[in-house]
Nanobody, 120 residues
Framework: VQLQAFGGGLVQPGGFLRLSCTAS????????VNWFRQAPGKEREGVSC????????YYADSVKGRFTISRDNAKNAVHLHMNSLKPEDTAVYYC??????????????WGQGTQVTVSS
């Protein structure tokens, strides 16, 4: 079981990035998939989740209206589209599965994260 997040980078405030999460050894569509982030000196923050039962999506208030989570079942991937990025979005972003099909039950597996830096 392996999860990998990629697509991070350096972007100016107001910019856009698309993060991707891929899995090997299992099918992402069988689980709820989350994105969470960790910035230096700050608590881990759940950013978004997409359920497997009906693809319901959930967002932290800090990213609502700017980030969109989606599945790409053909590629066994989940994407996080991040628009109107702000310096406070700077963090390492991780994707993680939940122990089931619904969101809101914590994180089960996650892999290495990808760094997102928003700076001018």
């Amino acid at each position: 079981v392996q999860l990998q997040a990629f697509g991070g980078g350096l972007v100016q405030p107001g910019g856009f990035l698309r993060l991707s999460c891929t899995a090997s050894g299992f099918t992402l569509n069988d689980y709820a998939v989350n994105w969470f982030r960790q910035a230096p000196g700050k608590e881990r923050e759940g950013v978004s989740c997409i359920s497997a039962s009906d693809n319901n999506t959930y967002y932290a208030d800090s990213v609502k209206g700017r980030f969109t989570i989606s599945r790409d079942n053909a590629k066994n991937a989940v994407h996080l589209h991040m628009n109107s990025l702000k310096p406070e979005d700077t963090a390492v972003y991780y994707c993680a599965t939940s122990p089931g099909v619904e969101c809101g039950h914590g994180f089960d597996y996650w892999g290495q994260g990808t760094q997102v830096t928003v700076s001018s």
